[in-house]
């Protein structure tokens, strides 16, 4: 059983930064592959980074290049830096946990994720 809290989002205008985290509590954090999503009014819920619990990473195309996901096993805590952010990167995002085996971009739709956090806001202004 893992729970999951995110902070760190907000509002910031166009082309600012922000770093989300995501405090886990229970046993074997390391051996979960973590992700992030989001879900932006209206719109479906959407895959933005995994890093996964051998350390590779993956993007969805959207924010490949401007976001940076990371973990710190020790601390139990995922990160989420965001940087260059558009109107269009607003949402509520989302951290979750997969002790799931994944390959390609299965990650992506949810799925596989059985734990996951209450979100926190984070909106763009142009």
């Known amino acids: 059983q893992v729970y999951l809290v995110e902070s760190g989002g907000g509002s910031v205008q166009s082309g600012g930064s922000l770093r989300l985290s995501c405090a886990a509590s229970g046993d074997s954090y390391s051996s979960y592959s973590m992700a992030w999503f989001r879900q932006a009014p209206g719109k479906e819920r959407e895959g933005v980074a995994i890093?996964?619990?051998?350390?590779?990473?993956d993007y969805s195309d959207d924010v490949k290049g401007r976001f940076t996901i990371s973990r710190e096993n020790a601390q139990k805590t995922l990160y989420l830096d965001m940087t260059s952010l558009r109107p269009e990167d607003t949402a509520v995002y989302y951290c979750a946990a997969s002790n799931w085996r994944m390959s390609g971009s299965a990650w992506s739709t949810g799925g596989a994720f059985a734990y996951w956090g209450q979100g926190t806001q984070v909106i763009v202004s142009s």
């Open positions: 890093i996964y619990s051998h350390g590779r990473v």
